[in-house]
């Protein structure tokens, strides 16, 4: 009786385990723990905002600028100086850029954005004189 015992509490303590272990490597590769918007209303522009995303998971992030008719995708780091206690996202690509970057910020400096984008998107609504691929035709709705 007390064998049979034994092998469910083995048995149970197996399945949570492999449970667990699944959704530590989820969530050491999702870019989805953080999700944010900043958005920016350019007056001379009516009518437009162009909004930044940001996808952060444990380690890295992407963030995505969209300045006029394009949106620029850039890998982003958080960055700590742990003798200054305080931490910021940098989107530079070594970690010692990064870290100058965030000293940079603590002593009041205006950061300058040189990050180099790893993806640019054309806004559809900006693609003048481009056909729409989903109107072959050339028809009207």
Known sequence: MEHRKYRQFIALGSIVSIVSFTLVCISFTSEDWIDAKGSVVNESIAGHNFDSIIHYGLFKGILTRTILSSSMIYNIYFTCVWEE???????????????DEVKALIRGRKPTFSCAPISVLVLPEFR??????????????
């Open 85 to 99: 206690n305080l931490c910021a996202w940098s989107c530079l690509k070594d970690k010692d850029s990064r870290l």
């Open 128 to 141: 003048i004189g481009i056909p729409d691929q989903n109107n072959i035709n050339g028809q009207d709705d």
